[in-house]
């Protein structure tokens, strides 16, 4: 079975904390994905990359970078925590960028700013 | 029971009965479309897919429809269980990087 990994569950952060979200996968899937979910607005994509070291905004990229240094491992990164950045994050995978296939998640990771 | 996607987020059906699930999608380009289902506290999890080539297709106790004249999608799950209750959401694939669009979901209650 694929297997994507967030590490972090549940954080705490501060406002102006720089916040790191790790994701792992394990099944050699080409596509990685950052999405945020909140109520009432479904999953945003925030980011994702299709190959080790490229990236491509989403739908809200504002206040957020990405790293794919390894295919397997896709971390969010917020420079500067904001309250409004409070959300579930969902971090997911695909095998292919070409070929339209399942899209694998996480268990997600809450984070909450205060 | 029936709801109607965005505009009826709660669905509460009877232990037993018959559910449905709608859900109306955006670009007539999308050829391939997921059902999740998202327990409380959980990442989504896969129900049924079904490709722009089909109409339907039959999974165990759930079945998808896709009506591409008007864009809509539904989700039937037979002999709902109170197992089933969680939050349902569809995706669409729009190419391109096989990215996905997702709708904002309905919350499936199972009254036992």
């Known amino acids: 079975d694929v297997k994507v990994t967030q590490s972090s569950r549940y954080l705490v952060k501060r406002t102006g904390e720089k916040v790191f979200l790790e994701c792992v996968q394990d099944m050699d899937h080409e596509n990685m994905f950052w999405y945020r979910q909140d109520p009432g607005l479904g999953l945003r994509l925030i980011y994702f990359s299709y190959d080790v070291k490229m990236k491509e905004k989403g739908d809200i990229p504002e206040g957020y970078s990405v790293s794919r240094e390894k295919k397997e491992r896709f971390s969010l990164i917020l420079e500067s925590a904001s309250t409004n950045q409070t959300s579930m994050y969902l971090c997911?995978?695909?095998?292919?960028?070409?070929?339209?296939?399942?899209?694998?998640f996480g268990e997600g990771s809450r984070l909450t700013v205060l | 029971g029936e709801s109607v996607g965005l505009h009826l987020p709660t669905l509460s059906v009877q232990e037993g009965d018959n559910s449905i699930i709608n859900c109306a999608y955006s670009?007539?380009?999308?050829?391939?479309f997921i059902w999740y289902k998202q327990e409380s506290g959980k990442g989504p999890q896969f129900i049924i897919d079904?490709?722009?080539?089909?109409d339907k297709r039959q999974g165990q106790r759930v079945t998808v429809l896709l009506n591409k004249t008007v864009k809509h999608l539904s989700l039937q799950i037979a002999a709902t269980q109170p197992g089933d209750s969680a939050v349902y959401f569809c995706a669409e694939n729009i190419g391109n990087f096989n990215k996905f669009y997702f709708g904002s979901g309905t919350k499936l209650n199972v009254k036992p």
């Open positions: 079904i490709r722009s080539n089909m």
């Open positions: 997911a995978s695909t095998l292919s960028r070409v070929v339209a296939g399942e899209l694998f």
């Open positions: 670009n007539s380009a999308s050829d391939y």
